[in-house]
C-alpha cells in the first residue's frame, strides 16, 4: 500500500476515470462510519465529485465534521487495486446539474428508453455539488 500525503498520481486519475461506484463516507455521520455507494468524478485539478440533493444526511453531517473519503476498488476478475481518498469536503451550489448529467451517461446506457427517462427525472431535481478535497491519498498496489 501507498499513501501520498496529498495527491492523486496519474494512474490513480486514469483508475478513479473509470465507470467504477465509490464507497463514500462522511464523518459527523454515525459512528461507525456506514458507506455509501455513489457515483463520482476525478477532477482536473485532482478534486472528487458527486452530485446530491440539498437536504441530503451527507450535507447535513459536514454542519458537524467536513471530512469526507472515497474508496473505489478494481471489480471481480480484475487484479486487486484499490485508491482511496481523504480531505475536507465542500458543498458546492453550481454544476451539479451537468455533473449528473455526464455521470449518467458514464454509468447508464441512455439510449435505453427508461434510463433516459429516469435521466430526465435526475436532471429536473434541485442538486448541489459535494466536493472532496484531497488531504491522503492512499492506493494498492503502490
Given at each position: 500500500m501507498s499513501?501520498?500525503?496529498?495527491?492523486?498520481?496519474?494512474?490513480?486519475?486514469?483508475?478513479?476515470?473509470?465507470?467504477?461506484h465509490g464507497f463514500l463516507s462522511v464523518a459527523g455521520g454515525p459512528i461507525?462510519?456506514?458507506?455509501?455507494?455513489?457515483?463520482?468524478?476525478?477532477?482536473?485539478?485532482?478534486?472528487?465529485?458527486?452530485?446530491?440533493?440539498?437536504d441530503s444526511l451527507k450535507v447535513r453531517h459536514m454542519g458537524r465534521d467536513p471530512r469526507a473519503s472515497l474508496v473505489v476498488v478494481a471489480p471481480v476478475g480484475e487484479r486487486e487495486r484499490w485508491v482511496s481518498v481523504t480531505?475536507?469536503?465542500?458543498?458546492?451550489?453550481?454544476?451539479?446539474?451537468?455533473?449528473?448529467?455526464?455521470?449518467?451517461?458514464?454509468?447508464?446506457?441512455?439510449?435505453?428508453?427508461?434510463?433516459?427517462?429516469?435521466?430526465?427525472?435526475?436532471?429536473?431535481a434541485e442538486w448541489v455539488r459535494f466536493v472532496i478535497h484531497p488531504t491522503k491519498v492512499s492506493r494498492y498496489p503502490s
Amino acid at each position: 500500500m501507498s499513501n501520498d500525503a496529498n495527491s492523486m498520481t496519474t494512474q490513480d486519475l486514469e483508475f478513479l476515470q473509470r465507470p467504477l461506484h465509490g464507497f463514500l463516507s462522511v464523518a459527523g455521520g454515525p459512528i461507525p462510519a456506514q458507506p455509501r455507494p455513489v457515483w463520482f468524478e476525478a477532477t482536473a485539478e485532482a478534486t472528487i465529485q458527486l452530485f446530491t440533493g440539498p437536504d441530503s444526511l451527507k450535507v447535513r453531517h459536514m454542519g458537524r465534521d467536513p471530512r469526507a473519503s472515497l474508496v473505489v476498488v478494481a471489480p471481480v476478475g480484475e487484479r486487486e487495486r484499490w485508491v482511496s481518498v481523504t480531505g475536507r469536503a465542500t458543498v458546492e451550489p453550481d454544476g451539479a446539474t451537468d455533473l449528473a448529467g455526464r455521470l449518467a451517461a458514464r454509468y447508464w446506457d441512455l439510449d435505453d428508453p427508461n434510463r433516459a427517462d429516469e435521466l430526465a427525472e435526475m436532471l429536473a431535481a434541485e442538486w448541489v455539488r459535494f466536493v472532496i478535497h484531497p488531504t491522503k491519498v492512499s492506493r494498492y498496489p503502490s
